[in-house]
């Protein structure tokens, strides 16, 4: 039988939807999303092979103007993975200004590059008139395949965006099993989750100084003969203040990460999680090649 595949990259500015938009593409939470800006920092792929034909969307770090090391990283990965893709998917948010990130983005495609603007959010635009002149100002600056207005977490347009998407594929070989839905370890996953929780649950500076790192994933039966994943994980933060507060008083914040961060994990990977949390401190990390390079967030260990 003919095989097909199709190579997709999501770009966009921080906080568009890109994480949100390469869930619900893919049907499975894949992605770390939060409020806020900047909580992708890798690429990370979602799969979906539907008869004879597997799509592999990436999803990248919004870009932004980069304040340290870990934020070129960040940029540079966006750069890379625009390149020989069969399609670019750029999100915007619908509700926010247009400005010079985006004005890069755009500057980065290049003639024959296919592009799908997404103008996501279109639930919290409250003029909904204000979508014609948004649509007319994006389409004078890059020759776009079609723009569409979507809202991911209304689930409006997204089996329009997977319409155009079918349109792109090509023939060649499913480089992915055919069961798999994502390339990420599961350790990734796992330490996303976890850095997740402490993005929804944290305020400032402290959530984006922290990486997580699994140190230990084993599944046990325990005397009850029940399934069990004991997952281990150290959270790094940049600064001993930084520590303090993810502890929280008498430990209350990192009890409350735990908890959630576990439900979490019950919810993906189907089992009775015990998850033990650890604290520790690598100053100023953000702009330590090493270290980013030891958290798996360097640009050179994310090239597929
Ligand atoms: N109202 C509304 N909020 C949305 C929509 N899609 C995403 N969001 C919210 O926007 C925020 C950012 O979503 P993400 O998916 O993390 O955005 P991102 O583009 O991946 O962000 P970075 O990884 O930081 O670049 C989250 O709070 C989402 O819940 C939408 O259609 N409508
Ligand atoms: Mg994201």
């Keep these: 039988m003919?095989?097909?595949?199709?190579?997709?990259?999501?770009?966009?500015?921080?906080?568009?939807?890109?994480?949100?938009?390469?869930?619900?593409?893919?049907?499975?939470?894949?992605?770390?999303?939060?409020?806020?800006?900047q909580t992708t920092r890798t690429r990370i792929s979602g799969i979906v092979t539907e008869e004879n034909t597997q799509y592999v969307f990436m999803d990248t770090p919004g870009v932004h103007r980069s304040k340290n090391k870990?934020?070129?990283?960040?940029?540079?990965?966006?750069?890379?993975?625009?390149?020989?893709?069969?399609?670019?998917?750029?999100?915007?948010?619908?509700?926010?200004?247009?400005?010079?990130?985006?004005?890069?983005?755009i500057n980065g495609f290049r003639k024959n590059d296919k592009v799908i603007l997404i103008l996501n959010k279109i639930d919290i635009l409250k003029d909904k008139e204000k979508l014609a002149p948004i649509i007319l100002e994006y389409s004078r600056l890059y020759d776009f395949e079609t723009i569409i207005p979507i809202s991911v977490t209304q689930n409006d347009g997204i089996d329009i965006v997977w319409d155009e998407v079918?349109?792109?594929?090509?023939?060649?070989?499913?480089?992915?099993?055919?069961?798999?839905?994502t390339d990420q370890p599961e350790q990734v996953i796992a330490s996303e989750m976890i850095r997740e929780k402490i993005l929804e649950l944290m305020s400032d500076e402290v959530p984006h100084g922290i990486a997580v790192m699994i140190e230990q994933m084993e599944e046990r039966t325990n005397r009850n003969g029940e399934d069990i994943l004991d997952i281990s994980a150290t959270i790094y933060c940049e600064r001993d203040s930084h520590k303090g507060m993810v502890i929280g008083k008498n430990g209350s914040m990192l009890k409350k990460i735990g908890q959630l961060a576990r439900e979490e994990l019950?919810?993906?990977?189907?089992?009775?999680?015990?998850?033990?949390?650890?604290?520790?401190?690598?100053?100023?990390?953000?702009?330590?090649?090493?270290?980013i390079c030891n958290f798996g967030l360097s640009n050179n260990s994310t090239n597929m």
């Excluded at 500015?13 to 893919?26: H, P, Q, R, V």
């Excluded at 625009?82 to 509700?95: G, N």
């Excluded at 090509?170 to 055919?178: L, M, R």
Aim: with cysteine; net charge neutral; hydrophobic share 35%.
């Design 266 to 291: 019950e919810r993906f990977f189907e089992i009775k999680v015990n998850l033990q949390c650890w604290v520790k401190v690598r100053e100023d990390w953000r702009n330590k090649e090493k270290l």
């Design 2 to 37: 003919e095989t097909r595949n199709e190579f997709v990259t999501i770009v966009g500015k921080a906080n568009a939807g890109k994480s949100s938009l390469l869930n619900a593409l893919t049907g499975e939470k894949i992605a770390a999303v939060s409020s806020k800006p």
């Design 70 to 105: 870990l934020g070129e990283h960040m940029n540079k990965t966006v750069k890379d993975s625009i390149a020989d893709v069969d399609l670019i998917l750029m999100v915007s948010d619908v509700t926010a200004k247009f400005d010079e990130n985006e004005r890069n983005i």
């Design 166 to 181: 079918k349109k792109h594929s090509s023939e060649g070989p499913h480089y992915f099993s055919d069961s798999s839905f």
